[in-house]
């Protein structure tokens, strides 16, 4: 029976790159995004040619009761859920000098990228808690997207910082809880990848990946960088590694002289 991945955040971006690997690898998908499902009509499009089975889950991860919502969805189509990647996230809208950002950017991204992940986790493990129990052959797993942010201060954007730093922990404190029904739990930490996300700074990231020698690999990071990785951990092909970090960027981040 094919496997069901949950991606938030699948309708662009690195989001997007784990669900079309994933459903080459012949996954099921269900795709969360805030987008009205016409925006992202054409992604879905491709999954679907990819063999998926894909449903559409319009809900923002910030919400409980859209959580909620989407979950009862999916166990209304899928009857299971596999692996969860947490994956939504945002940066923030203005990137403002931690001596006058506000709270309000603090507290929306803090909701974004850390609290509803944590709570969509919490109720996906649970979920798979059940599947374990009612089978033993259940082997799903969790796959956090964190970012090299997580351990990388970037002054300029202190509550992306932190949101990033606290899925580390959320990742670590997890697959503790977990390793007694032996559900993994993983993170992937993406360096400066080409998104969206990028785009608004693509200028200043070329000269410092082509000018300034920032990155080990001289290169803009893709999304299909972080899907291979994600794949290896659905596949579970490093089912005994549960709490691992694999940090996917060019090599920012090896100490150098």
């Known amino acids: 029976m094919k496997k ?28 969360m995004d805030i987008h009205e499902e016409s925006v992202v009509a054409e992604a879905l499009g491709q999954l679907k040619a990819a063999g998926a089975e894909v449903l559409y889950c319009r809900a923002d991860v910030s919400s409980s009761e859209g959580r909620k919502t989407m979950l009862e969805s999916i166990r209304e189509k899928f009857g299971r859920l596999d692996v969860l990647v947490n994956n939504a996230g945002v940066a923030p809208r203005v ?19 850390l609290q509803g992940p944590y709570f969509l986790t919490q109720t996906v493990a649970n979920w798979m808690i059940e599947q374990k129990k009612a089978s033993a052959e259940f082997d799903g797993c969790i796959i956090n997207i964190a970012s090299m942010s997580s351990g990388v201060a970037s002054p300029s954007r202190g509550e992306y910082c932190v949101s990033k730093a606290g899925m580390s922990m959320m990742t670590q404190l997890f697959a503790v ?20 996300m990028t785009a608004v700074v693509t200028e200043k990231y070329d000269n410092l990946i082509f000018n300034e020698g920032i990155l080990v690999q001289s290169r803009w990071g893709l999304p299909e960088d972080i899907a291979k990785a994600a794949a290896m951990m659905a596949r579970g092909d490093i089912a005994y590694s549960t709490g691992q970090v694999i940090t996917v960027d060019g090599g920012f981040t090896l100490p150098r002289l």
């Open 4 to 31: 069901t991945v949950l991606i938030t955040g699948a309708g662009r971006g690195i989001g997007f790159g784990i669900a079309k690997k994933l459903a080459a690898e012949n996954f099921d998908i269900a795709v």
């Open 95 to 113: 990137r403002a000098d931690i001596l006058e950002a506000t709270e309000e950017s603090y507290e929306w991204v803090m909701k974004i990228n």
């Open 177 to 196: 809880r977990l390793g007694e029904f032996d559900i993994p739990v993983y993170e992937i930490r993406p360096g400066i990848i080409k998104t969206d």
